[in-house]
């Protein structure tokens, strides 16, 4: 019996050591794969997964309960703001990339217009006399009219008294008196040929008819049959359409590129793929106040009358050349408040972000005054979301040339010795300065107190109800 526990506890003991061996070993592995970081890859220290700001010496737990991620020296590079990106992360986020370019940035001005009427074709039809409109032949917006077409008669007494006066020197063979009744009559608006007639015919006629003066359309038409008007009422203006303006409008900072003479296209929505080239006729001298453009006029011919007033258009127009200057794509910038900046590629998965000065933008190109050189590649697609990780690698750079981060605040500050009621012991509180001795005893079974004297301080609720209880 004793010989087979001495066998039993023999087994055991071999077991304890061969256990504790094995131990060690792992415990000694583990220690050299901790202190070489997996390899010959040197961790310089350990950040929190959401927060690279939470920095320590040795792995363990961020804030939110997660691991703390290693950063390799080789991950690190020693110029502020670069940050090293893994080709399969580039692939992922999309990153593009393009060469600034020395070239010459033509001021391509790309705008929004729309079709008016050429108003040096629009003809006002206004009256010399008051009287009443008793026949209109055009009776819409937007009619045709033909050069010499009747547009409205007339009734005026004043017509028919000058009529009257006119054939009345006629008879009288008067040369003085028949030449003012006849100038009379070209005063009041009595065309050639109706002069004419009232010679031949000598008959008055109580109508007088108004004849269109050139082709066109009725821009705007105010009277109806019947109405009474005077020389001021507008009867109706006839405009042209084999020529138009397109009042296109000019930003502020692009106003001193256009000049008279400079060609022009405009596309419409309802032409698709094809383009009416027309110049620049007037640049107006004063800018919109509350859009803060510039209005510019172009002319076009239109004798396919394609184009028609108050119609939207897109206008491209050709500014003269700025020079040979570094340009880069317009989506390349990232604008700040006060700093522009491009992302530049440095080869090798490394990106910076730099600071640049802008100059003049031109269609999808932006000139760049400081700050880069041509040749350089930079970034147009994904360069926010390095930016963003190349300002957080600057900030960490200058917070560590300054003072290192601590491991965990050291103490929290004491608190006053007045405010800490946990571990002072109040004062007494004299009953007379903070407390009404009726409401306190109505609260409590305890005998009634006289207010007018003082309550003892050392008296507490306690020793009453000792005293009630006796």
Excluded: C
């Excluded at 038409?221 to 042209?240: D, F, H, Q």
């Excluded at 094809?274 to 006029?297: A, C, F, I, N, Q």
């Excluded at 926010?384 to 929290?412: C, H, K, Q």
């Amino acid at each position: 019996m004793n010989k087979n526990i001495l066998i039993a506890a023999g087994f055991l003991v071999a077991i304890l050591i061969a256990f504790f061996v094995g131990r060690g070993l792992n415990n000694g592995e583990g220690a050299n794969a901790g202190s070489t970081g997996g390899g010959d890859r040197e961790i310089l220290y350990w950040v929190a997964p959401m927060d690279p700001n939470y920095r320590r010496e040795e792995p363990g737990k961020s804030p939110m309960g997660m691991d703390l991620v290693a950063v390799y020296a080789d991950e690190v590079d020693s110029q502020p703001g670069v940050v090293k990106i893994d080709s399969t992360i580039v692939n992922n986020l999309g990153v593009r990339t393009a060469v600034a370019e020395r070239s010459v940035l033509m001021r391509r001005i790309e705008t929004v217009g729309y079709i008016a009427y050429d108003e040096d074709t629009v003809q006002h039809v206004h009256t010399r006399v008051d009287g009443w409109i008793e026949k209109l032949v055009t009776k819409a917006t937007g009619d045709p009219v033909k050069k010499g077409q009747l547009l409205f008669e007339l009734y005026s007494p004043t017509l028919v008294n000058a009529q009257e006066e006119f054939l009345t020197a006629t008879r009288s063979s008067n040369t003085l008196l028949l030449k003012a009744s006849r100038d009379r009559l070209v005063a009041l608006g009595v065309s050639p040929s109706g002069i004419a007639r009232l010679e031949k015919e000598r008959t008055v006629e109580q109508r007088v008819r108004v004849y269109a003066e050139s082709d066109g359309v009725i821009a705007h038409l105010g009277v109806r049959e019947g109405i009474y008007i005077t020389p001021a009422t507008e009867v109706m203006s006839v405009a042209k359409l084999d020529r138009v303006w397109v009042l296109a409008e000019v930003f502020e900072q692009q106003s001193s590129w256009v000049k008279p003479g400079q060609k022009a296209v405009v596309e419409l929505d309802y032409l698709p793929g094809k383009s009416l080239e027309g110049t620049v006729d007037y640049v107006y001298p004063e800018l919109d106040p509350k859009t803060r453009t510039l209005k510019v006029r172009l002319r076009f011919d239109n004798t396919a009358e394609l184009l028609r007033p108050n119609m939207f258009s897109r206008v491209v127009i050709e500014a003269d050349g700025f020079g040979r200057v570094i340009n880069v794509p317009r989506e390349a910038v990232i604008r700040g408040g006060s700093m522009d900046r491009v992302v530049v590629a440095l080869g090798e998965g490394r990106y910076q972000a730099k600071p640049v000065q802008l100059g003049i933008e031109s269609g999808d190109r932006v000139a760049i005054r400081g700050g880069l050189k041509a040749g350089e590649t930079i970034v147009v697609s994904g360069q926010f979301l390095i930016d963003s990780e190349s300002n957080i690698e600057s900030s960490l750079a200058r917070m560590n040339d300054g003072e290192s981060i601590d491991e965990a605040p050291e103490t929290v500050p004491a608190m006053d010795p007045e405010m800490d009621h946990s571990e002072q012991q109040l004062p007494a509180v004299e009953p007379s300065e903070t407390m009404d001795p009726e409401m306190d005893h109505s609260q409590h079974e305890m005998p009634a107190v006289e207010t007018s004297e003082p309550m003892d301080p050392e008296m507490d609720h306690s020793e009453h109800q000792m005293e009630d209880g006796s």
